[in-house]
């Protein structure tokens, strides 16, 4: 059979397979989204400011879980050197995680990294343990009833004066999916310049058929209903925005 290819070595069919699955295209190809974090496509570098401010003002040392963490890039950009205690990670794309060993050597054995689901791991995760729960660009990922188990778990493993800092896309407030799915896919096509046409086009069957970004009134009331008692707007660029929750 004739193979096409993306024109960086990576076939065509493969792309447009693991677009059809929500982790397949992370397990296939952690590259692709490595460049969309260096080309600040999702406004990494601005939100990680952002979340920054909020722990400078943090006493240490901080035990933190990180559910989806990819490839943990942002780690060393929102934790001052020696304020993670502890450090937990998952994700279910191995490549991913072979990245975060090495930006996260700095840690040496304070990080843990493992390939398990993350509603899994905040399931096993005991009461009252952690200082912060952070999760970037994941939570899109879950059906709704997930959305709300995996905040009621959050709030279950968080501390007395624990915060659940979410980064994610979101749809603005009555916006319906399908407008999301033109408008961010048209914003995409004229900022995204860093792909080729065909890398773009997989991101972007990736993205309608497994992305289900809510607005952030929806995140809000999920979880008030998990008892998270304040919430509030760290940064927004376009769809993408940080908050945070607290216990
Ligand atoms: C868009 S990437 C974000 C990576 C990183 N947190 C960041 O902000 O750059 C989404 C990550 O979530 C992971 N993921 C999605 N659903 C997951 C699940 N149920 N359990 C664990 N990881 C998951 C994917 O494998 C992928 O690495």
């Known amino acids: 059979m004739h193979r096409r290819h993306a024109g960086n070595g990576i076939r065509l069919d493969e792309l447009l397979e693991a677009a ?3 982790i397949e295209v992370f397990r296939a190809d952690w590259g692709t989204y490595q460049t969309a974090i ?3 496509y999702m406004f990494h570098r601005d939100i990680s400011t952002a979340i920054r401010k909020l722990l400078d003002q943090l006493q240490g040392p901080l035990k933190v879980l990180d559910l989806g963490c990819g490839d943990a890039s942002q780690i ?4 001052k050197p020696g304020q993670v205690a502890e450090y937990r ?7 991913a995680l072979d990245v975060a ?5 700095h840690l040496g054995n304070r990080a843990e990294l493992l390939c398990r689901d993350m509603l899994e791991v905040l399931r096993e995760s005991p009461v009252d343990c952690y200082d912060i729960v952070y999760s970037s660009y994941a939570l899109h990922h879950l059906p709704s009833e997930e959305k709300q ?6 709030r279950r493993t968080l501390g007395a004066d624990g915060i659940l800092i979410l980064v994610d896309i979101m749809r603005e407030e009555g916006e319906t999916l399908p407008e999301y799915f033109d408008r961010y896919i048209e914003r995409m096509d004229a900022d995204w310049t860093g792909f ?4 773009r086009r997989s991101i972007q069957d990736h993205i309608r058929s497994c992305d289900y970004p809510e607005s952030p009134s929806v995140l809000q009331s999920l979880a008030r209903n998990a008892g998270l008692k304040k919430s509030r707007k760290l940064e927004k660029r376009t ?5 945070c929750f607290m216990a």
Do not use: K, V, Y
């Open 196 to 199: 080729s046409d065909i890398e």
């Open 101 to 105: 060993h090495s930006n996260l050597a």
């Open 149 to 154: 188990a995996f905040l009621n778990e959050c």
């Open 89 to 95: 990670g998952c994700d279910l794309s191995a490549q």
């Open 20 to 22: 059809a699955d929500p």
């Open 38 to 40: 260096r080309e600040n």
């Open 76 to 79: 060393p950009e929102i934790f």
């Open 239 to 243: 769809w993408h925005q940080a908050w």
